[in-house]
């Protein structure tokens, strides 16, 4: 089974840009669709994006996000990066990572990171 783990959160200012990774162990994701997910205080869980395979061309993102977020992959290395820009307060959250093994297979979700964007 892959194992996710999520890092490089923290606090930044609205405005600022932050670049969280997933790093991925246990299972090659060159065939997996890797995704985020973010939740916040008090919401569900939403869709932030996903990278059906190693083209980052092959991504959907939520409106929310389109514009300014951007996800890449490495599959060698088995790290997918979510670079966020023009950061707001609305997308403070904790961040998931989620990998889609197959396509009758349950996601696979990372343990989060905290990105807090401030005034």
């Known amino acids: 089974q892959v194992h996710l783990v999520e890092s490089g959160g923290g606090l930044v200012q609205a405005g600022d840009s932050l670049n969280i990774s997933c790093l991925a162990s246990?299972?090659?994701?060159?065939?997996?669709?890797m995704g985020w997910f973010r939740q916040a205080p008090g919401k569900e869980r939403e869709f932030v994006g996903v990278s059906w395979n190693d083209n980052s061309d092959n991504t959907i993102y939520a409106d929310s996000v389109k514009g300014r977020f951007t996800i890449s992959r490495d599959n060698a290395k088995k790290v997918v990066t979510l670079q966020m820009s023009s950061l707001k307060l609305d997308d403070s959250a904790v961040y998931y990572c989620?990998?889609?093994?197959?396509?009758?297979?349950?996601?696979?979700w990372g343990q989060g990171t905290q990105v807090t964007v401030s005034s």
């Open positions: 989620v990998a889609k093994t197959g396509p009758g297979d349950a996601y696979v």
């Open positions: 246990g299972s090659s994701i060159n065939n997996f669709g």
